[in-house]
C-alpha cells in the first residue's frame, strides 16, 4: 500500500525555523519525483518545490526560494522540508506528493504566529 506520512508541523514563530518530514512506503521512492506543496484555508494550492528522483535536481517557488531547503534520503524513503525564516504568509497545511505513483499525504500543519 502506497502510503505518505508528514510531520513536523507546528506553531512556531515569525522569523523561526522548522523542518517537515514526508516518509514513503509502498512504492520504489528513489525512482519518484517528489514535490512539497501548501494549501491555507480558502486560499488555492500552491507548489513549494520539487526535487529529482536523485536528489540532485531542486526548484523552489519564488515565494520560498533561499528561505526553504528540500532533501531526500533515498535509503531512508524520507523527503524533508527545512523552512528558516518563516513569514506571516507561511501558514498551511504542507503536503508531500510523489509523482510515481501519484500520490500525497494527509499533510502536517504549519502556524506562524506571535
Known amino acids: 500500500q502506497v502510503q505518505l506520512v508528514e510531520s513536523g508541523g507546528e506553531l512556531v514563530q515569525p522569523g523561526g525555523s522548522l523542518r517537515l518530514s514526508c516518509v514513503a512506503s509502498g512504492f520504489t521512492f528513489s525512482n519518484s519525483v517528489m514535490l512539497w506543496y501548501r494549501q491555507a484555508p480558502g486560499k488555492e494550492r500552491e507548489w513549494v518545490g520539487t526535487?529529482?528522483?536523485?536528489?540532485?535536481?531542486?526548484n523552489y517557488a519564488d515565494s520560498v526560494k533561499g528561505r526553504f531547503t528540500m532533501s531526500r534520503d533515498n535509503g531512508k524513503n524520507s523527503f524533508d522540508l527545512q523552512m528558516n525564516n518563516l513569514k506571516p504568509g507561511d501558514p498551511a497545511g504542507y503536503f508531500c506528493r510523489a509523482i510515481t505513483p501519484d500520490r500525497r499525504g494527509q499533510g502536517t500543519q504549519v502556524t506562524v504566529s506571535s
Open positions: 526535487i529529482g528522483a536523485d536528489g540532485d535536481l531542486a
